[in-house]
């Protein structure tokens, strides 16, 4: 049964294949949720670079060149989409990461995430304050990181 992620994913696999472009993910708190939904998707092989899981702040600083100090951030968000799609090959990435709860995490309540998405010439991050249990939250998250990326790539 389809859901919102999915169509979401759907329409990203719409907009990469007819625009020739490629896409990649660095996802925090959603574990690989946004990843495996654009893998999921039509016709993947062929747009989808890939994803990086960097669940823990070490990873997001040793891997994808996170500056030390809070990742619970904007300019985290921003590193991470810029340094995925550079690791990845690919022509535009989204990247969040966030408080998903239940407790506040880098002075951040729990809910609030962090959206990059970085396309070579131009990188926008958007703050969004999500509600509800964790689960809730990192679902809630999955989709805006992409409904963010179709206005992008729109």
């Not at 968000?77 to 407790?103: N, S």
């Not at 995430?113 to 990188?123: K, S």
Request: proline share 5%; net charge negative; hydrophobic share 45%.
């Amino acid at each position: 049964m389809p859901n919102e992620l999915d169509d979401l994913a759907a329409r990203i696999s719409d907009l990469a294949s007819s625009a020739g472009r490629t896409v990649a993910v660095a996802e925090s708190l959603t574990g690989g949720m946004v990843s495996a939904a654009l893998a999921a998707s039509s016709g993947a092989g062929e747009w989808y670079r890939g994803g990086l899981v960097a669940y823990s702040s070490q990873v997001k600083h040793d891997v994808l060149d996170v500056p030390d100090g809070p990742v619970v951030d904007p300019d985290a968000a921003r590193v991470m989409a810029e340094r995925v799609r550079e690791l990845l090959g690919a022509d535009i990435a989204v990247a969040l990461t966030g408080a998903g709860g239940p407790d506040p995490q880098d002075g951040q309540d729990p809910g609030t995430v962090f959206l990059a998405v970085a396309d070579g010439a131009h990188t926008e991050v958007v703050r969004r304050v999500l509600t509800g249990e964790p689960v809730e939250v990192c679902s809630a998250a999955g989709r805006e990181a992409l409904r963010f990326l179709v206005d992008r790539m729109g």
